[in-house]
């Protein structure tokens, strides 16, 4: 089959497209063999192209939006992955700004209890303890009157859970950058994460246009073009 072929795809990847609503239904031979037009090939290019920056399943539901001729909701699927994007970039930023206002741990013990801690960061000691059910923060505890022992390590995550936390980021959110500061004995040594994490979301935003401009050609192709804008 040319258009398995041409995309380096088996025969059955195409049936299971053209079955899922990713391909129009193919037109059959008097002896029953599919064929399949310039058209089906428009439609499998724009969702190969939109798989990369949407992921599979998102692809899928634009392509299939498409075929039901409900292009609305399908420009809606795209404005949603483009509103993930910039939420992740500002995740991103939220994370490097709290990167950047955490020092060094000091050195000696400098250990403080909840009450403190929880007047230094301006938060109360019940949302310091609601952190540590959540598996964020792991206080000693003091052998001998079982208060919660905070030291230097301990203030830092502390100070960078409550500035993600002020950036909006959901505690769910904030335990994979903890056990990155910490497998990494810092903060400094992330810089390379974030580094990699500023290439995946251009490598997303860059494959999304990819994607955007391959639809819009499917569009044409079924015919299916923007209306002009109203004269002023």
């Given at each position: 089959m040319d258009l398995a072929r041409e995309h380096g795809l088996s025969t059955q990847?195409?049936?299971?497209?053209?079955?899922?609503?990713?391909?129009?239904?193919?037109?059959r031979t008097e002896h029953g063999h599919r064929?399949?037009?310039?058209?089906?090939?428009d439609a499998l290019h724009a969702f190969l192209a939109l798989v990369p920056g949407h992921g599979h399943q998102r692809a899928a539901d634009l392509l299939r939006a498409v075929h039901r001729d409900a292009t609305g909701e399908a420009l809606r699927l795209l404005d949603e992955?483009?509103?993930?994007?910039?939420?992740?970039?500002?995740?991103?930023?939220?994370?490097?700004?709290?990167?950047a206002g955490l020092g060094p741990v000091p050195q000696g013990r400098g250990d403080?209890?909840?009450g403190p801690l929880a007047s230094r960061l301006g938060l109360r000691p019940a949302t310091l303890r609601k952190w540590e059910r959540a598996g964020l923060l792991r206080p000693e505890r003091d052998r001998r009157t079982g208060y919660r022992v905070y030291h230097p390590a301990d203030v830092r995550d502390a100070q960078l859970v409550h500035q993600?936390?002020?950036?909006?980021?959901l505690l769910r959110q904030i335990a994979p950058v903890l056990d990155q500061v910490r497998s990494a004995g810092g903060v400094a040594p992330l810089e390379s994460v974030l580094r990699d994490w500023h290439l995946r979301l251009t490598a997303r935003g860059r494959s999304m246009?990819?994607?955007?401009?391959?639809?819009?050609?499917?569009?044409?192709?079924r015919g299916d073009r923007a209306p002009a804008p109203p004269r002023r």
């Open positions: 990847a195409i049936r299971n497209y053209e079955a899922a609503g990713i391909l129009p239904p193919a037109d064929t399949y037009t310039p058209l089906h090939a992955s483009h509103a993930q994007l910039l939420e992740d970039r500002r995740t991103l930023a939220a994370v490097e700004a709290a990167l403080t209890f909840v993600l936390r002020r950036g909006g980021y246009l990819g994607g955007a401009a391959a639809l819009d050609a499917y569009l044409d192709r």
